[in-house]
């Protein structure tokens, strides 16, 4: 193996940890990502279960209202009855009365019904409410632990950064390093080791003659389908 090869596969093993550092933030931001979203979408349940509930409540409360209304209405037909003189104002009166107590009938009926659907629905909310809060608080945890990661996976980038910049200042060969860069932006690893006589990364068949060189050490030798420097 030449000195060129030893100091470029110095670099491509940091490259590649490098590689894998970004490709593991990647994954945990797409993590993380959904993480939020799962948040936002309890949160969202959960003031649609609310509003859902304080309209029913509201509705509840209305209703009572215009009982009472009705129930104040109906006390005070019936008080004013003993004041009525003529036949034709006491029967008018009655069937006022009539109505409204089939109006208060119906409205109970109604209030009764209500008042269960906002029992149920205050239950349903409560109930969701508690599972929301013990759900968005794991999910709190693992955006805290996801966090924690990032702050590991910076901490290992800034050792190797020191440690990448120490070789590119220290590498021998300026023309090879440009070379190798310039594949490093296309594809990681830069470096392949030749298997046999295929390319160890893309599998393609190599040539005798390329072989050859690289078993007698003698230059810079790609493989002609993904470009990488080969090695043996």
Not at 86 to 110: H, N, P
Not at 169 to 191: D, G
Not at 195 to 218: A, D, H, K
Request: proline share 2%; hydrophobic share 30%; with cysteine.
């Amino acid at each position: 193996m030449t000195d060129t090869i030893k100091a470029l596969l110095n670099l491509s093993k940091i490259d590649s940890y490098r590689a894998h550092l970004k490709q593991g933030r990647d994954d945990l931001q797409v993590q993380k990502s959904q993480i939020q979203l799962e948040i936002t979408e309890q949160q969202a349940q959960a003031l649609q279960k609310e509003q859902s509930w304080h309209k029913l409540k509201s509705e509840f409360e209305g209703l009572k209202d215009t009982l009472l209304t009705k129930e104040s209405d109906l006390k005070g037909k019936e008080e004013r009855v003993s004041s009525i003189k003529t036949q034709k104002e006491y029967l008018a009166s009655q069937k006022e009365i009539s109505v409204l107590k089939k109006e208060i009938m119906d409205l109970k009926a109604q209030t009764d019904i209500l008042s269960q659907n906002v029992g149920n629905e205050e239950l349903q909310y409560q109930e969701f409410k508690t599972l929301s809060e013990n759900n968005l608080q794991k999910l709190n945890q693992r955006l805290l632990d996801i966090e924690e990661r990032f702050i590991a996976l910076d901490e290992a980038h800034r050792d190797d950064d020191k440690t990448y910049s120490e070789l590119i200042s220290q590498f021998p060969f300026p023309e090879v390093l440009k070379t190798y860069q310039k594949i490093l932006e296309r594809t990681v690893p830069a470096l392949s080791q030749a298997e046999g006589n295929v390319c160890g990364e893309c599998s393609t068949r190599l040539l005798p003659q390329t072989l050859l060189l690289l078993q007698r050490g003698q230059g810079l030798h790609h493989c002609g389908r993904c470009k990488r420097i080969l090695y043996i």
